[in-house]
């Protein structure tokens, strides 16, 4: 399928209905929302309006950073990025909060101007043509070598600038098999903020990725699980590696949602050691038994 063909066909398909809520913990805990809709702009609307509405995360005037995956040069349907409806739906409510900006912008491991083309995102993107939207390419200049006071293993390294400095990032990465680490979630997909040789942050990279986390002001994490990559991650390259489930796994609690979309690979929450990893930190929740889960659709 043609990569305009395969936006506009997710965005213009039916919805299954007003999503409402099937299961609901208590209150007092991490509210975490796993929504299901085949219309893909009405799932990231209703998705965020269950955990409070972008207002939540974004105040008026927040110069946000939007992080998808848009690591490679593969066309939508393949699944190796974030969708584009996802996206730019997330921009839409974004900029309906009253951002100042939101900059969008990842480092691919594929060459990057094709990586943003073939991706759809860099089309979608430049689509809504607000002033406040600025698709940016990494480059250098942008990453600044960055002690990180509360690591364990990860101590300094570059990171961009734009990350740190930003009042509010929004992780949107797409959920997928990995060769190393089982699964690329959120906490994976910060390595996009990192410049410098990534390869070595393949050593103890479960640490390193939850020292990372303590660094960057991430909101809110969106998980795109609408096609999911079982097999020949993170790159994939054949339909048969996918299962299209229609999916996203929200939260403010970067550790649940990583630790539920886990479940949607059939595995236990704590199977990836990086989520392990980052709730031995403090930084979130890994026992769907302490958190507000809320499935829709």
């Known amino acids: ?107 691919p491991c594929n060459d990057p101007r094709m990586s943003y083309l073939n991706s759809g995102i860099g089309p979608a993107v430049e689509d809504v043509n607000d002033r406040r939207v600025r698709l940016i ?28 400095q930003a009042d509010c990032i929004i992780n949107v990465p797409i959920a997928k098999h990995h060769g190393l680490t089982q699964l690329t979630l959120g906490l994976k997909n910060n390595m996009g903020f990192l410049g410098g040789n990534r390869g070595r942050i393949h050593m103890s990279i479960s640490q390193n990725l939850a020292d990372l986390a303590t660094i960057l002001p991430t909101k809110l994490t969106v998980i795109d699980a609408t096609r999911i990559m079982l097999r020949h991650g993170p790159q994939g390259g054949s339909l048969d590696d996918l299962k299209i489930l229609h999916t996203l796994v929200a939260s403010a609690d970067p550790v649940a949602t990583d630790a539920m979309a886990t479940t949607l690979f059939d595995k236990p929450p704590d199977a990836i050691e990086s989520t392990v990893k980052a709730h031995n930190m403090g930084l979130g929740e890994i026992d769907p038994e302490k958190m507000n889960i809320i499935r829709l659709g």
């Open 1 to 107: 399928m043609h990569r305009r063909t395969f936006i506009t066909a997710t965005a213009a398909t039916a919805a299954v209905g007003v999503l409402e809520p099937r299961t609901v913990f208590s209150t007092d805990k991490p509210k975490v929302v796993i929504a299901k809709n085949t219309d893909y702009r009405e799932l990231v609307r209703e998705t965020i309006a269950r955990l409070g509405g972008m207002s939540k995360f974004v105040k008026s005037r927040d110069n946000v950073v939007l992080k998808p995956n848009i690591s490679w040069d593969r066309s939508p349907e393949l699944g190796a990025n974030t969708n584009p409806t996802v996206v730019t739906t997330l921009i839409e409510l974004i900029l309906e909060a009253d951002a100042r900006s939101v900059l969008v912008f990842d480092r």
């Open 137 to 164: 390419h990494v480059e250098d200049r942008h990453y600044a070598n960055t002690k990180i006071p509360k690591a364990k293993a990860l101590k300094e390294w570059l990171i961009h600038r734009d990350a740190l």
